[in-house]
């Protein structure tokens, strides 16, 4: 069994895109995209606006993957056209590129790591740290690991977080995150003022809200789900930590076109090189992938991922609050 580097070397031939290829599913998901967002303004019937309102979400959420592709110089690197293409879908997903991109290779560069791995992910406090913590701090760590902080992270993770807090921690550095979030109100304010309500509902809210509370969901359960293993950073290595802290999540066929193949997230994590339409050749052609850890989208799963809160280094492992209040020194 191939591991280490040598898994990592064995997945190179796949890390090669199909430029033709990648083109094609980029064009025809942004035309997808973009007939959706039509047929938000455009539909006879409310409730095949409704439908369109869905599947503009839909196509937010794969298009935003095909645009972390590129982020990664995955695909379509080094083409003008492109750059403009996922430049301004990055800001009008509320995502500034080069503030997504640093955050997010840091994540690659540090997943599971127990004391760097936060930038550009969820927080994680071993249970010694969470319980010296204060009670505002314990608040705040609980708040952004819960069920609430996704279902808002339209507000909460994209707005405040990816826009905002940037601009505030650095506004000269990070000048263009409020003029995104600027142009994003704007827009808003222009549609409901000369559209009417229901049109911004649908059209603009509705699929911002859902697509971003999708994705929040899927990176969150990608690295927070029973079984996964956060180690010390002298601990840390690369090929372990995506394939013992990055998850498999089971899907049909139909969401894993919606999610452009990010359920196989334990193979991105190894080479986040491989094209995301050749994840799945991945997996089939190399059997030490296939041992993968599975999480799915099924309620009870959900539900699993979501009770996760601290590392119990003792345990080794993932625990609840639950078993975080059994501790005597829980104030």
């Not at 940037?166 to 808003?188: E, K, T, Y």
């Not at 986040?272 to 997996?283: D, H, Q, T």
Request: charged content about 15%; some cysteine.
């Amino acid at each position: 069994m191939l591991e280490g580097k040598e898994l990592i070397l064995a997945t190179k031939p796949f890390a090669k895109e199909i430029v033709w290829k990648s083109w094609l599913l980029t064009l025809y998901s942004l035309m997808l995209l973009i007939v959706s967002i039509l047929g938000t303004f455009m539909a006879p019937w409310v409730w095949l606006k409704i439908i369109c309102s869905i599947f503009e979400a839909m196509m937010l959420s794969r298009f935003f993957i095909i645009f972390h592709d590129y982020q990664h110089h995955t695909i379509l690197h080094r083409s003008k056209l492109a750059n403009a293409i996922f430049t301004v879908f990055g800001m009008y997903m509320i995502t500034p590129p080069s503030i997504w991109k640093r955050s997010h290779d840091h994540h690659h560069s540090h997943n599971s790591k127990l004391f760097s791995a936060s930038i550009g992910s969820y927080p994680i406090m071993t249970k010694q740290k969470f319980l010296e913590a204060s009670k505002k701090e314990r608040l705040i760590y609980l708040f952004t690991r819960s069920p609430l902080n996704m279902f808002l992270s339209y507000f909460t993770m994209f707005l405040y977080g990816m826009c905002i807090q940037s601009f505030i921690s650095s506004p000269r550095r990070h000048w263009d995150a409020i003029v995104i979030v600027l142009l994003h109100v704007s827009a808003a304010m222009f549609i409901i003022f000369n559209l009417g309500f229901l049109t911004y509902f649908l059209t603009y809210f509705l699929p911002f809200f859902l697509s971003h509370m999708l994705g929040a969901y899927l990176f969150y359960a990608q690295h927070n789900f029973p079984g996964v293993v956060f180690r010390n950073n002298t601990e840390w290595n690369y090929a372990k930590a995506a394939l013992e802290s990055s998850s498999f999540m089971k899907m049909n066929k139909f969401l894993n076109w919606v999610t452009a193949n990010i359920g196989y997230h334990h193979i991105h994590h190894l080479n986040s090189k491989i094209p995301f339409y050749r994840l799945p050749e991945v997996m089939k052609r190399l059997p030490e992938l296939q041992q993968a850890k599975i999480t799915t989208l099924k309620p009870k799963d959900i539900i699993a991922c979501l009770k996760l809160k601290v590392w119990d280094a003792d345990l080794n492992k993932m625990i609840g609050y639950a078993e975080i209040k059994q501790t005597p020194r829980l104030a």
